[in-house]
């Protein structure tokens, strides 16, 4: 979260549609350029957590955990540094997102340490699912919310 961009907003929910329960050392996967993504109730978006922490476009994300496929029941915008719940419990932060399966899905990349799995979790289909608004006001508690840019120009 930008706090000089960035005014307060609903959360995004959804629910689990399949439990993955894969890891991979070697993924590949790239963060794309953009820190939000819109998404619309409906669709269908794969959960993967890493350990990774770069956010610059193009960083290569290789080790993983695969947590599921939710369906999105609340359209509106996920962010860098979002809170991830799944089922009342918190999963990690919205690092960022790849795209090498659209227009089908993105990837949503969720920084968790360790990296879980849908199996490690307990994970089960119809477990609520919900993106928060992340914090730039808790120094610590979101490692991810606060994008730099615009900083000197920002009165808050």
């Known amino acids: 979260m930008n706090p000089c961009e960035d005014g307060p907003k609903r959360n995004v929910t959804g629910s689990l549609v399949k439990v993955l ?25 794969e959960l993967v957590a890493t350990d990774h922490t770069e956010t610059e476009e193009g960083a290569r994300i290789d080790r993983v955990g695969f947590l599921g496929f939710a369906e999105i029941t609340s359209a509106g915008v996920v962010d860098r540094g979002d809170r991830v719940w799944i089922g009342g419990r918190l999963v990690g932060v919205v690092l960022g997102f790849d795209a090498c399966h659209t227009p089908n899905h993105y990837n949503v990349l969720i920084h968790a340490a360790p ?41 808050i």
Do not use: K, W
């Not at 990296?115 to 508690?141: K, R, W």
């Not at 979101?142 to 730099?148: C, G, H, L, N």
């Open 21 to 45: 329960v894969h890891r991979r050392t070697e993924r590949g996967m790239r963060l794309e350029p953009f820190a939000s993504r819109c998404v619309r109730a409906g669709e269908v978006h």
């Open 115 to 155: 990296i879980p799995t849908g199996a490690s979790l307990g994970l089960a289909p119809e477990e609520g699912l919900v993106f928060e608004q992340g914090s730039a006001d808790t120094p610590g508690d979101d490692p991810f919310a606060r994008v730099e840019e615009n900083v000197e120009e920002c009165p």
